[in-house]
Protein backbone atom coordinates (compact mmCIF):
# COMPACT_ATOMS: atom_id res chain seq x y z
CA UNK A 1 0.00 0.00 0.00
CA UNK A 2 1.54 3.28 -1.01
CA UNK A 3 2.14 6.42 1.46
CA UNK A 4 -0.76 7.95 -0.10
CA UNK A 5 -3.70 5.56 0.32
CA UNK A 6 -2.22 5.14 4.27
CA UNK A 7 -2.43 8.83 4.79
CA UNK A 8 -6.18 9.10 3.28
CA UNK A 9 -7.42 5.59 5.23
CA UNK A 10 -5.84 7.39 8.64
CA UNK A 11 -7.92 10.43 8.26
CA UNK A 12 -10.98 8.93 7.57
CA UNK A 13 -10.70 6.77 11.06
CA UNK A 14 -10.09 9.81 12.67
CA UNK A 15 -13.22 12.03 10.94
CA UNK A 16 -15.14 9.44 12.15
CA UNK A 17 -14.68 10.77 15.74
CA UNK A 18 -15.11 14.52 14.62
CA UNK A 19 -19.38 15.50 16.03
CA UNK A 20 -21.06 15.82 13.00
CA UNK A 21 -23.98 18.33 12.01
CA UNK A 22 -27.60 16.81 12.84
CA UNK A 23 -29.62 17.36 9.17
CA UNK A 24 -32.53 18.93 9.33
CA UNK A 25 -35.05 18.79 6.98
CA UNK A 26 -35.45 21.65 5.16
CA UNK A 27 -39.56 20.73 4.03
CA UNK A 28 -41.82 23.85 5.29
CA UNK A 29 -45.02 22.83 6.44
CA UNK A 30 -47.95 23.79 3.97
CA UNK A 31 -50.71 23.18 6.35
CA UNK A 32 -52.37 26.32 6.55
CA UNK A 33 -52.87 27.92 9.49
CA UNK A 34 -55.47 27.88 11.87
CA UNK A 35 -58.05 30.85 11.97
CA UNK A 36 -56.56 34.05 13.41
CA UNK A 37 -58.47 35.70 16.25
CA UNK A 38 -57.91 38.80 17.05
CA UNK A 39 -58.96 40.46 20.20
CA UNK A 40 -61.91 42.67 20.35
CA UNK A 41 -61.48 46.48 19.59
CA UNK A 42 -64.00 47.19 22.13
CA UNK A 43 -62.48 45.38 24.84
CA UNK A 44 -59.84 48.14 25.68
CA UNK A 45 -62.16 50.62 25.27
CA UNK A 46 -64.56 48.97 27.99
CA UNK A 47 -61.84 48.56 30.42
CA UNK A 48 -61.27 52.49 30.05
CA UNK A 49 -65.00 53.17 30.35
CA UNK A 50 -65.24 51.08 33.51
CA UNK A 51 -62.19 52.99 34.47
CA UNK A 52 -64.13 56.44 34.37
CA UNK A 53 -67.07 54.74 35.93
CA UNK A 54 -64.89 53.93 39.04
CA UNK A 55 -64.56 57.73 39.32
CA UNK A 56 -67.90 57.98 38.84
CA UNK A 57 -68.90 55.66 41.11
CA UNK A 58 -67.06 57.05 43.76
CA UNK A 59 -68.20 60.88 43.25
CA UNK A 60 -71.69 59.69 43.59
CA UNK A 61 -71.04 57.83 46.92
CA UNK A 62 -69.24 60.85 48.07
CA UNK A 63 -72.60 62.57 47.64
CA UNK A 64 -74.69 60.23 49.30
CA UNK A 65 -72.71 59.23 52.42
CA UNK A 66 -72.58 62.40 55.00
CA UNK A 67 -68.45 63.03 57.11
CA UNK A 68 -66.85 61.50 54.02
CA UNK A 69 -64.79 63.97 52.16
CA UNK A 70 -62.75 61.96 49.98
CA UNK A 71 -62.59 58.94 48.26
CA UNK A 72 -59.68 56.68 46.25
CA UNK A 73 -59.50 53.35 44.88
CA UNK A 74 -55.87 52.17 44.68
CA UNK A 75 -54.34 48.49 43.71
CA UNK A 76 -52.46 46.68 46.56
CA UNK A 77 -49.17 48.18 44.47
CA UNK A 78 -49.57 51.48 45.10
CA UNK A 79 -51.51 52.00 41.74
CA UNK A 80 -54.61 55.02 41.57
CA UNK A 81 -57.50 53.38 39.95
CA UNK A 82 -60.42 56.33 40.77
CA UNK A 83 -60.62 59.10 43.17
CA UNK A 84 -62.93 61.89 44.15
CA UNK A 85 -60.69 63.98 46.41
CA UNK A 86 -59.35 67.11 46.73
CA UNK A 87 -55.71 68.75 47.87
CA UNK A 88 -54.13 65.28 47.95
CA UNK A 89 -51.26 64.06 45.79
CA UNK A 90 -53.12 60.79 45.04
CA UNK A 91 -50.35 58.74 43.66
CA UNK A 92 -48.80 58.88 47.30
CA UNK A 93 -51.75 58.19 49.04
CA UNK A 94 -52.08 54.95 46.86
CA UNK A 95 -48.54 53.94 47.88
CA UNK A 96 -49.12 54.75 51.84
CA UNK A 97 -52.75 52.78 51.53
CA UNK A 98 -50.95 49.74 49.75
CA UNK A 99 -48.16 49.90 52.78
CA UNK A 100 -51.06 50.51 55.49
CA UNK A 101 -52.41 47.13 54.80
CA UNK A 102 -49.15 45.53 54.44
CA UNK A 103 -48.23 46.63 58.04
CA UNK A 104 -51.45 45.90 59.38
CA UNK A 105 -51.48 42.71 57.78
CA UNK A 106 -48.32 42.11 59.72
CA UNK A 107 -49.67 43.63 62.81
CA UNK A 108 -52.74 41.54 63.40
CA UNK A 109 -51.29 38.54 62.37
CA UNK A 110 -48.67 38.64 65.06
CA UNK A 111 -51.81 39.52 67.22
CA UNK A 112 -53.17 36.32 66.38
CA UNK A 113 -56.29 38.13 64.99
CA UNK A 114 -56.52 37.06 61.08
CA UNK A 115 -56.43 39.03 58.30
CA UNK A 116 -56.81 42.88 58.37
CA UNK A 117 -60.37 44.17 57.44
CA UNK A 118 -59.17 47.75 57.95
CA UNK A 119 -56.20 49.86 59.13
CA UNK A 120 -57.72 53.37 60.43
CA UNK A 121 -55.69 56.37 61.33
CA UNK A 122 -57.00 60.00 63.02
CA UNK A 123 -54.88 62.79 62.53
CA UNK A 124 -55.57 66.47 63.53
CA UNK A 125 -57.68 67.80 60.67
CA UNK A 126 -59.66 64.35 60.15
CA UNK A 127 -59.56 60.93 59.72
CA UNK A 128 -58.26 57.99 56.87
CA UNK A 129 -58.71 54.47 56.71
CA UNK A 130 -58.20 51.47 54.46
CA UNK A 131 -60.22 48.83 53.62
CA UNK A 132 -59.42 45.68 51.56
CA UNK A 133 -62.72 45.95 48.80
CA UNK A 134 -61.83 42.28 46.60
CA UNK A 135 -58.62 40.78 45.37
CA UNK A 136 -55.98 43.29 44.92
CA UNK A 137 -57.93 46.45 45.20
CA UNK A 138 -57.86 49.02 48.17
CA UNK A 139 -60.44 51.76 49.26
CA UNK A 140 -58.86 54.82 50.87
CA UNK A 141 -62.11 56.84 52.85
CA UNK A 142 -61.51 60.43 54.17
CA UNK A 143 -63.53 61.45 57.18
CA UNK A 144 -64.17 65.07 58.64
CA UNK A 145 -62.38 66.32 61.72
CA UNK A 146 -65.33 66.96 63.80
CA UNK A 147 -66.81 63.84 64.48
CA UNK A 148 -66.62 60.68 66.65
CA UNK A 149 -64.65 57.35 65.72
CA UNK A 150 -67.75 55.41 65.86
CA UNK A 151 -68.92 57.94 62.90
CA UNK A 152 -66.46 57.78 60.97
CA UNK A 153 -66.49 54.56 61.51
CA UNK A 154 -70.27 53.83 59.89
CA UNK A 155 -69.74 56.07 57.07
CA UNK A 156 -66.86 54.80 55.89
CA UNK A 157 -68.35 51.26 55.99
CA UNK A 158 -70.95 52.54 54.22
CA UNK A 159 -69.44 53.78 51.53
CA UNK A 160 -67.02 50.61 51.43
CA UNK A 161 -70.37 48.49 50.91
CA UNK A 162 -71.93 51.18 48.20
CA UNK A 163 -68.52 50.82 46.03
CA UNK A 164 -68.63 46.99 46.48
CA UNK A 165 -71.91 47.37 44.49
CA UNK A 166 -70.75 49.23 42.18
CA UNK A 167 -68.34 47.41 41.52
CA UNK A 168 -70.71 44.33 40.78
CA UNK A 169 -72.41 46.49 38.89
CA UNK A 170 -69.42 47.28 36.54
CA UNK A 171 -68.20 43.87 36.29
CA UNK A 172 -71.46 42.64 34.75
CA UNK A 173 -71.72 45.87 32.78
CA UNK A 174 -68.14 45.10 31.35
CA UNK A 175 -68.17 41.71 30.56
CA UNK A 176 -71.49 42.25 28.30
CA UNK A 177 -69.62 44.87 26.82
CA UNK A 178 -66.58 42.38 25.88
CA UNK A 179 -68.73 39.57 24.83
CA UNK A 180 -70.71 42.18 22.42
CA UNK A 181 -67.71 43.59 20.78
CA UNK A 182 -66.01 39.57 20.85
CA UNK A 183 -68.91 38.42 18.65
CA UNK A 184 -70.29 41.64 16.62
CA UNK A 185 -66.33 41.46 15.40
CA UNK A 186 -66.16 40.23 11.38
CA UNK A 187 -64.96 36.76 10.97
CA UNK A 188 -61.21 36.37 9.82
CA UNK A 189 -60.76 35.82 6.30
CA UNK A 190 -58.07 33.25 7.04
CA UNK A 191 -61.22 30.52 8.21
CA UNK A 192 -63.17 30.92 5.70
CA UNK A 193 -61.10 29.32 3.38
CA UNK A 194 -59.58 27.19 5.76
CA UNK A 195 -61.11 24.45 4.56
CA UNK A 196 -60.46 24.83 0.93
CA UNK A 197 -56.46 23.78 2.17
CA UNK A 198 -56.80 21.16 4.53
CA UNK A 199 -55.77 17.67 3.00
CA UNK A 200 -57.97 15.91 5.29
CA UNK A 201 -61.13 17.25 3.11
CA UNK A 202 -59.66 15.87 -0.30
CA UNK A 203 -61.87 13.55 -2.06
CA UNK A 204 -59.93 10.21 -3.25
CA UNK A 205 -61.08 9.29 -6.41
Do not use: C, W
Request: charged residues 20%.
Amino acid sequence: MSEMQTKIRTDLQDSSALPTRRHTSTRRDLSPPGPMVTPPSGAAEALTLAEAAVTEALGDIRGRVDRVIGLLVATRDGLVLGSATRGIEEGSVAAMAAAAVGLAAQFTGQANLGAPRAAMFEGASGYVAVFPVEGSVLLVVFGEPDITTGLFNIAARQALSLLQQAILRLRVHTVRAVRRAYFEQPAPADAEHANEHDPSLVREE
